[in-house]
């Protein structure tokens, strides 16, 4: 039997589409009619889903989404009010909201579709359980828009009624990016593209990690012909072909190696410059990392990874990037280090931010973090564009 784990859409990879709403005006039940399974936990009790409930699948003609289920807003006393919070920290990840209501209370609906816009989501309201509705909906359906200022969708979820007018509308307000190409530019069809990867202690034995895994598929998707090799073979590697790549694509780690051998006229990147752009600005990112130049043993940087494993010998984030810094700059500079999704909410004690690639993140996440540093005017790179920068070759560095 293959393995699942190889064949999903990695969830960051994703569309993120989030329900909310009041205590049982029938969030889980209109999750079930958009799978066509029972995927969230139905019940005529008020706040029978607590904490935010994530599902993958496949919906047409949407493609791989992350359905959440979140708590109802409404929610009271002091677990009523933990529950609340996590469903305002979703909003974070969310590409696309859908409103739920059933017509009443409107005042709760109108206050979180405020909080929507202010957020820059794109959402859409539903009116659900119009089976039961004691009349036709369509005075209520234009209070609705005119209080939340949105399309308004009718909808049963019980007998599937409204679903493909909802889906059609969903795929309008899907985010641009979310279809963006993983190498953008760099790589044309019929490219020939070398990816040097070293399998150093952070690769899970017998896989890929995944920006590697993302790399390769982008570049079959596209067309492209793939090679790949380890840092000690590069240069039997290109001896080996009659043309020079067009692209060479390495871990970020041994950029300067690798800048040395590529050939004249080849391109060169990082799969952590890569997933910068796909994740967030790489322009601000490149701009950022002017910052590095003005660190001082007074300074403090804050770290941020995506991922939560085990530190490992070497790890690049928390040993690797620390200790480049501190031969610039003095053992005296702070380093700090956050990993998940922990990330402060005031980031003005620091003079730098640099995060890891985000490929365990979806876009909106990663770009909810961007913006959040501008916001405060601190500065925020990333460790491809840091460790490029540091040894003094990111202008010989292609961005996609």
Known sequence: MADKGLNDTPRSERLHIALFGRRNVGKSSLINALTGQQTA?????????TDPVSKSMEILPLGPC?????????????VGDLRTERTHEVIKQTDIAILVTDGTKLDDEAAWAK???????????????????????????????????????PVSAI?????????????GLMPEGSKQSLTGRLAQRGDMVLLVMPQDPQAPKGRLILPQVQTLRDLLDKGCTAICCTTEDIDRTLESLKEPPSL??????VFDIVEKKKPEGCQLTSFSVLMAAHKGDI?????????????????????????????????????????????????GLTVDIVAGKDFPADVTGYDLVIHCGGCMFNRRFMLQRVE??????VPMTNYGITIAHIKGILNKVSLP
Request: hydrophobic content about 40%; aromatic content about 2%.
């Open 283 to 331: 322009n601000y990112f490149v701009e950022s990392a002017s910052a590095i130049d003005r660190l001082t043993e007074q300074s403090r940087v804050l770290i941020a990874e995506a991922c939560t494993h085990a530190p490992l010998a070497e790890d690049i984030g928390r040993e690797k990037i620390p200790r480049l810094l501190r031969q610039r700059v003095g053992q």
């Open 41 to 49: 936990l139905v019940s005529d009790v008020p706040g029978t889903t």
């Open 372 to 377: 959040q540093c501008r916001a405060q005017g």
């Open 66 to 78: 992350v359905l959440i289920d979140t708590a109802g807003f409404d929610d009271s006393g002091k």
């Open 159 to 171: 007998k599937a009624e409204g679903l493909d007018l909802l889906r059609q509308t969903l795929v």
């Open 115 to 153: 909080l929507l816009k202010q957020a820059n989501v794109p959402f859409v309201a539903v009116l659900n359980k119009v089976d039961i509705l004691p009349e036709a909906p369509t005075t209520l359906l234009a209070h609705i828009a005119k209080q939340l200022g949105c399309d308004v969708i």
């Open 248 to 253: 060479i694509v390495t871990d970020s780690q």
